[in-house]
Structure formats: C-alpha cells, structure tokens
C-alpha cells in the first residue's frame, strides 16, 4: 500500500535527516518506525504526507507517488492520509464535538451527517459524555482521544502517529495504543506508528522499522526484530538498560536471549530445570522482565562457556515453549 524508496531529506544542503530510506507497509499494517532522538523518525512522517518535502526519493500510496503530484491533486490525496500528534493538536476555543466537525465542516459535508458522525466517533472512542467539554477541561488521555476521533471524520486510509502517548502516563498509554488497535482491526486503517519507545512497538506494532543517523538499521516482523536484533541500533533499543555492560562480556562466552513476550507467568524454575536437565550451569548476564494482567514481558540474557552448552539450552529453551536465540552483541 505505501512504498517509500530512496527517501532523502537534506536541510540547507548539508544536513542530513533522511538518508535513502527504503520501506514497505502493506494494507492493515500497525507498523512502528522507532528510533533514538535525532535518527529521523517525525522527518520521515511528515514527509509521507508531504508536510516536508523530500529532497529526492519517492512516496508511494496505492501506486499513485505523491512527490509528482499537483498541489490540487496532493490536498485531495491528503484526505486519504490523517495524523495525530505528541501535544494533540485540538482547537483550544472549541468543544469536543466542535472539534471533531471541524474537518467535516470544512470538507463541506451535509451538516447532519457531520454531526452523526462525529457523534459516532466520539462513542467510539469512549467520550460521548464529553462532546460540550473544551480541551482545558480534559485530561491527557482524552484529548488524545479527540485527537484520535477527528483524524478518522474523513475516513483516511492511511493514520500516521508521531510519538501519541510520549507525554502520557503508562496506564494511559495502554488504553490508547488498545484504541489504536481496535481502530485498526475494525475500520481496517494502515497505521504508521513513530516512536522512540521498544515497548510501544511491542504493544500494538506488527511490522518495525528501526532508523539510526536517517537510515534504516533493521527493518521485519516485530518479534523477530525484538528477539534477534542484528544491528547495533536495533540492540540498542531492545537492551536499553545495561547495553555497555553486556557488550564488556568475553567474547569467548556464548550468549542466549531468552524473549517473554507474552508468555503466561508460571511458578515454575524453568532457568534452575534447565541447569538440572541439560548439566549447564548459565550465568544470568541481562534481565528486564515485568509482568502485565498476569503474562511476562521482557527479556533475558544467558551466558554460557562454549557452542556444545549454547546447543543444550537452546533446545531445553525452545522445547519448553520459550523463545531462544543465541545473540551476538557485537555484530
């Protein structure tokens, strides 16, 4: 559905934000662009939608390149293409139902259908009790909600998010990201999620994109990156805390990354059965695991001395259910 090839962003001729950014996201894609700060990530977004204009490269929505497009031709392709934003963007003068009219109106659409609509909207995303409320009056959560409910008023295809739930709360930021994937799965919307968080990737992305100095480092499916990054700012990312510790481990040690990605939270020992089963005694190098509405999350590196002991514990690992896979840091 959108095709982004040779994408390169120069400003004043000299500094580089893009830097031949080549990517695929198919139709129905929760797909997360992630990276450290200054990697390129809002660059890339606003330029699929030609907020930016890119310096050379093109930008492809269901084969029709936006770069060649008129300025007539590009604001009817925009509709297709909605956005939400880190600060939520809402009119501070109007309500919550002005403010999701707002596209509607402008678009000039028939006046009681802009208004059943952005009332169904709003109960979609939870605020039907809210339509008279102005932004001053709510919290975080629900002006992202607004934001959310007017980004969907002229039905996009396409629904690009630059960083929605960075200057949220943890538990808010759930209830967004699950609205995000609800909207997804039920209107069928491409989403393109920018992020400088792995565990938003993890939440709710299918597909990751991981820029490093405006290139693409990595690019897959969410857990494969997530259980086997190969690049270093793909490792950078998964292990953000301990990362130069790990790295200062011999290299003559072989290293498992143990993946909980989901798994169901049990009782039992499996790292001391596995020392018991296989006669390996492995050193716990790295852990960041938590537990969410009873199921693990996180990851966890073993050390081992040599290929034959690496051998025994990954299939111990991988046979009893868990993601294994022997890792390389210093790729």
Do not use: W
Not at 22 to 35: A, E, F, N, Q, R
Not at 77 to 103: A, D, G, T, Y
Not at 129 to 138: A, E, G, V
Request: hydrophobic share 40%; proline share 3%; aromatic share 4%.
């Amino acid at each position: 559905m959108i095709k982004i090839s040779n994408l390169t962003k120069k400003y004043n001729n000299d500094v580089v934000a893009l830097n031949g950014v080549t990517l695929s996201v198919d139709k129905g894609d929760i797909y997360g662009i992630i990276g450290l700060s200054g990697a390129g990530k809002s660059t890339l977004v606003r330029c699929i939608n030609l907020l930016e204009q890119p310096t050379s490269g093109t930008i492809e929505i269901d084969g029709v390149d936006l770069t060649k497009l008129s300025k007539k031709d590009l604001r009817v392709k925009r509709k297709e293409i909605s956005m939400i934003f880190q600060n939520f963007n809402l009119l501070q003068q109007k309500n919550v139902l002005q403010n999701v009219l707002f596209p509607l109106q402008i678009s000039n659409n028939d006046k009681q259908y802009s208004l059943e609509k952005a009332k169904d909207l709003l109960k979609m995303v939870d605020l039907s009790d809210k339509l008279d409320s102005y932004p001053s009056q709510l919290s975080g959560g629900q002006k992202q909600r607004v934001a959310i409910a007017r980004a969907l008023a002229c039905d996009p295809k396409v629904l690009l998010c630059d960083e929605p739930t960075s200057a949220l709360d943890p538990q808010t930021t759930a209830s967004i990201l699950q609205l995000l994937k609800t909207i997804n799965q039920k209107l069928n919307i491409t989403i393109i999620m920018i992020t400088h968080q792995m565990s938003v990737v993890e939440k709710i992305c299918n597909k990751v994109a991981i820029l490093s100095e405006g290139k693409v480092a990595e690019s897959g499916q969410v857990n494969e990156v997530f259980s086997n990054p190969k690049s270093l700012a793909a490792k950078k990312l998964v292990f953000p805390e301990g990362f130069d510790d790990i790295l200062s481990i011999s290299s003559s040690k072989k290293m498992i990354r143990i993946v909980f990605d989901g798994q169901k939270v049990t009782e039992k020992p499996i790292i001391a059965l596995m020392s018991q089963q296989t006669g390996v005694l492995a050193s716990i190098s790295y852990a960041s695991t938590k537990s969410i509405g009873g199921k693990l999350y996180g990851s966890m590196i073993l050390t081992v001395d040599d290929s034959s002991q690496l051998t025994k514990v990954l299939d111990y690992l991988n046979s009893n259910g868990l993601i294994a896979r022997e890792v390389n840091l210093n790729d």
